[in-house]
């Protein structure tokens, strides 16, 4: 499933593209059955539209439930990070900061998908800081929804060194567990994805 959804997130199957299983078994060598399973799952993350007796399609990305989602988002992380400054341990937030870096080299390489999988890990590792098992599972189902989205913001070079220096700030204000300043950066780290976003999908339209 991770293979087709990255194939969706990062624009190789773009919106309204059917999804033709005997194609895409071949390109991922797998079997047809666990195929499907992966189409339906993904249609629960909103990547994937079922169509009554004519298959699948990639779907298309709704504004208004995207931004949203990234509302919910913004106040959960804004939450974790509060959470986080007062509990997660020295060793948390290192481990955090070593993604961080590792984040900056992939950045400094042009390797936009490798940098992705580093700033999705930060995100999550930063919620489960928390400590809070309940906020870090509605989290991730919301993040599911919005990841082909958090993909499409950095494919502006503008946005994505912004999105860089942003991180700086935030890893920041967390290694000072500054709670105030953290729960800002955070909520205005999704507020810029999302006008990002926004701008792009009214340019492709």
């Given at each position: 499933?991770?293979?087709?959804r990255?194939?969706?997130?990062?624009?190789?199957?773009?919106?309204?593209?059917?999804?033709?299983?005997?194609?895409?078994?071949?390109?991922?060598?797998?079997?047809?059955?666990p195929?499907?399973?992966a189409?339906?799952?993904?249609?629960?993350?909103g990547?994937?539209e079922?169509?009554?007796n004519?298959?699948?399609?990639?779907?298309?990305?709704d504004s208004?439930?995207l931004?949203?989602?990234?509302q919910?988002?913004?106040a959960?992380e804004a939450l974790?990070?509060?959470?986080?400054?007062?509990?997660?341990?020295?060793?948390?937030i290192?481990?955090i900061r070593r993604?961080?870096?590792?984040m900056?080299?992939?950045?400094?390489?042009?390797?936009?998908a490798?940098?992705?999988?580093h700033?999705?890990a930060?995100?999550l590792?930063l919620?489960?800081?928390?400590?809070n098992?309940?906020?870090?599972?509605?989290y991730?189902?919301?993040?599911?929804n919005?990841?082909?989205?958090r993909?499409m913001?950095?494919?502006?070079?503008?946005?994505?060194?912004?999105a860089?220096?942003e991180?700086?700030?935030?890893?920041?204000?967390l290694?000072?567990?500054?709670v105030?300043?953290?729960?800002?950066?955070?909520?205005?780290?999704?507020?810029?994805?999302?006008?990002?976003?926004?701008?792009?999908?009214?340019?492709?339209?």
């Amino acid at each position: 499933m991770d293979r087709l959804r990255d194939l969706i997130v990062q624009g190789e199957l773009a919106p309204g593209v059917r999804l033709n299983e005997r194609v895409l078994s071949q390109r991922l060598a797998i079997s047809r059955t666990p195929l499907r399973e992966a189409i339906k799952l993904l249609a629960t993350e909103g990547l994937v539209e079922l169509l009554p007796n004519r298959g699948a399609v990639v779907a298309a990305m709704d504004s208004a439930r995207l931004a949203e989602t990234l509302q919910a988002m913004g106040a959960l992380e804004a939450l974790a990070g509060e959470l986080a400054c007062r509990c997660a341990s020295a060793e948390t937030i290192a481990a955090i900061r070593r993604l961080h870096e590792e984040m900056l080299e992939m950045h400094a390489r042009g390797d936009l998908a490798g940098y992705f999988r580093h700033n999705q890990a930060i995100h999550l590792s930063l919620v489960e800081a928390s400590g809070n098992a309940v906020l870090a599972g509605v989290y991730r189902q919301l993040n599911a929804n919005v990841r082909r989205a958090r993909y499409m913001a950095n494919l502006s070079k503008e946005r994505w060194d912004a999105a860089v220096s942003e991180h700086e700030h935030i890893l920041a204000a967390l290694e000072a567990r500054n709670v105030s300043e953290l729960q800002a950066l955070l909520r205005d780290h999704l507020a810029n994805k999302l006008a990002s976003v926004l701008t792009g999908l009214e340019k492709a339209a």
